[in-house]
Nanobody, 121 residues
């Protein structure tokens, strides 16, 4: 099995910063891609950012210029640095991963439990 453990959520004032971390473990040979989604009350879950094993990143417009995603291949970990936070960033943030297990086929739809980010004004 694959486990995704998230950390770093919490309460921060508008304009502040927060760093989320997600560590993947379990039956993993390598990581194909990892990323973060978020879901605010009354809204659909949306992509925040994703990164491939090779380091190619994809950011939603909402976070461009404020959020930075990085990965540590050796540790199967991704970090989301969020700066200049706004109240509209308040949401539950979910880590996701696409991994290669033994057998060589990619496995999709791995998710963490989510971590709450609250930005006060």
């Amino acid at each position: 099995q694959v486990q995704l453990v998230e950390s770093g959520g919490g309460l921060v004032q508008a304009g502040g910063s927060l760093r989320l971390s997600c560590a993947a473990s379990g039956n993993i040979v390598s990581i194909k891609a990892m990323g973060w989604y978020r879901q605010a009350p009354g809204k659909q879950r949306e992509l925040v950012a994703s990164i491939t094993r090779g380091g190619s990143t994809n950011y939603a417009d909402s976070g461009k210029g404020r959020f930075t995603l990085s990965r540590d291949i050796a540790k199967n970990t991704v970090n989301l640095q969020m700066n200049s936070l706004k109240p509209e960033d308040t949401a539950v943030y979910y880590c996701t991963a696409v991994i290669y297990a033994v057998g060589g086929m990619p496995e999709y739809n791995h998710w963490g439990q989510g971590t709450q980010v609250t930005v006060s004004s």
